[in-house]
């Protein structure tokens, strides 16, 4: 009589081998069992204590908008590119540094944009990001 054989006279048992099985979970109570006492192991410091404030000083927002013929504004004010370069210097060396939130018509030329970016950078300014509006 084979094993494999599915004959009607034969009684076909098949078990699963469970000793591998064993095994492993024997391992792994041991691995467990000797990292354990690692684990809680701890050394009692006295640390010093302090107390502090935490520091909630918000930078002020510069909301620099440009419009679709090109026009730049600071804070709702017009400015020209010499104007911008100074007002920018002049935010870079405040502390804590503004953020600077961009705003440009949707049919605004990229190089505009790109150039206030560039002033922007140039002039010290590292926080910046993009207002747009949620399409309704």
């Known amino acids: 009589m084979a094993m494999g054989s599915l004959s009607d006279d034969d009684d ?8 591998p099985l064993v095994d ?9 069992i000797m990292t354990i006492p690692v684990m809680n192991h701890a050394v009692k410091l ?4 302090a107390a ?13 908008s440009i419009a679709a013929d090109g026009k730049v504004f600071w804070n709702n004010e017009e400015l020209d590119e ?9 935010a870079a060396k405040v502390t804590p540094q503004p953020e600077l939130h961009l ?9 505009k944009v790109a150039q206030v970016m560039s002033a922007a950078q140039a002039g010290g300014l590292t926080k910046m990001g ?5 399409p309704k």
């Open 12 to 19: 076909f048992n098949p078990e699963i081998n469970t000793t």
């Open 24 to 32: 492993v979970m024997l391992v792994l109570l041991i691995i467990f």
């Open 46 to 49: 006295d640390l010093p204590r």
């Open 52 to 64: 502090s404030q935490p520091d909630d000083v918000k930078p002020e927002t510069i909301n620099l």
């Open 82 to 90: 010499s104007q911008l370069a100074n007002r920018i210097a002049d």
């Open 103 to 111: 705003r440009a018509d949707r049919t605004t030329q990229y190089e």
């Open 130 to 134: 993009f207002v747009t509006e949620v």
